[in-house]
Nanobody, 123 residues
């Protein structure tokens, strides 16, 4: 079992940067593929970024070049550094963890989810 808690969301202006963090409790954190998803009202969760157990990362095209995902297995943390934020990046951002099976882009590949942290980007 893994419990995930996000932090770092907030209200920013377009062009600003923000760093989201995800802290995990439980065991075997290093076994899991980790990811960030986001959801806007009325929409399904959409993939943002993932990092596998070897540290290889994958990014959604809409945010590629503006985000970097990190993991620190010794501290059971994962971060998402976001740059040059735009109003359409406004969403509830979730961290997720799952065993490295299935597509990293899909919600169903992840068994554990945090409650989300809100990011609002003003124009």
């Amino acid at each position: 079992q893994v419990q995930l808690t996000e932090s770092g969301g907030g209200f920013v202006q377009a062009g600003d940067s923000l760093r989201l963090s995800c802290t995990a409790s439980g065991s075997s954190f290093s076994r899991y593929r980790l990811a960030w998803f986001r959801r806007t009202p009325g929409m399904e969760r959409e993939f943002v970024a993932a990092i596998d157990v070897r540290g290889y990362s994958l990014y959604d095209d809409s945010m590629k070049g503006r985000i970097t995902i990190f993991r620190n297995d010794a501290e059971n943390t994962m971060d998402l550094q976001m740059y040059n934020l735009r109003p359409h990046d406004t969403a509830l951002y979730y961290c997720a963890a799952g065993l490295p099976t299935g597509s990293p882009l899909e919600v169903r590949s992840y068994n554990y989810w945090g409650q989300g942290t809100e990011v609002t980007v003003a124009s």
